[in-house]
């Protein structure tokens, strides 16, 4: 259920949060959906047979703790596939020195932004390369993973539930970073589909 609650309730920082959510959701055909004190939980955007679920969650770090925004969509896999997709940092380079080495691009503006992770070198090669989807993630500072959809998900769903993740630091409350974020999750269904590893249906009893 979407219901409109009053946005001084939230703090101004909130209230910028509410209206980016909103603002994305009446640009890209979606709705925000509230808790019953009016709080923004979800921003559900339609994408072909698919849902795209935005939301923000904290993880702890002990005495410290990340605030993230995600965008994540189930989708039923024709041939499983993880694949992780983060922005290049200096840690990387150190990683190497133990043997934790990327999926190798071929194409030297993807390997010298992108680091690449999969179990499918030659699907990660295809989703990326020359495509939207791996210019999205070469402007983008975000985190793309696609992996399997949790156990009590594949229990109803069946064991072919997958889901993409696409995630970013902080809680977004600019327009256009919301959407560019918005946006990668569809385009990483799109190539995902397009390569025969996601199927373009929708997902019944199982949500997110």
């Known amino acids: 259920m979407t219901r409109r609650g009053p946005w001084w309730r939230f703090g101004a920082g909130d209230a910028r949060l509410v209206d980016t959510w909103r603002r994305v959701a009446g640009e ?15 921003l559900h955007i339609p994408h072909r047979e698919w849902t795209l679920v935005t939301d ?42 133990v043997g934790y080495l990327p999926v190798p691009m071929g194409y030297q503006q993807l390997d010298r932004a992108l680091f690449v992770r999969s179990d499918r070198p030659e699907i990660a090669r295809a989703v990326l390369r020359g495509t939207a ?11 793309l993973m696609v ?16 889901q993409v993740v696409v995630q970013r630091k902080g809680k977004i409350r600019d327009v256009a970073a919301l959407r560019a974020l918005v946006q990668t999750a569809a385009l990483a269904l799109d190539e995902l589909e397009r390569f025969g590893v996601a199927e373009d249906r929708p997902v019944v009893a199982a949500s997110l």
Not at 133 to 143: F, V
Not at 151 to 161: C, I, P, S
């Open 28 to 42: 890209l055909g979606g709705h925000v959906i509230v808790d019953r004190k009016d709080r923004p939980r979800f």
């Open 147 to 162: 992996t399997q959809a949790e156990r009590k998900m594949r229990k109803t769903a069946g064991d072919g539930l997958s």
């Open 56 to 97: 923000t969650f904290t993880q702890s770090h002990g005495e410290t703790s990340s605030t993230f925004t995600r965008t994540r969509a189930l989708f039923h896999g024709r041939q499983p596939l993880k694949l992780t997709v983060t922005r290049r940092t200096p840690l990387h380079a150190i990683g190497r020195l």
């Open 133 to 143: 989807l791996g210019q999205s993630m070469m402007r983008d500072p975000s985190r």
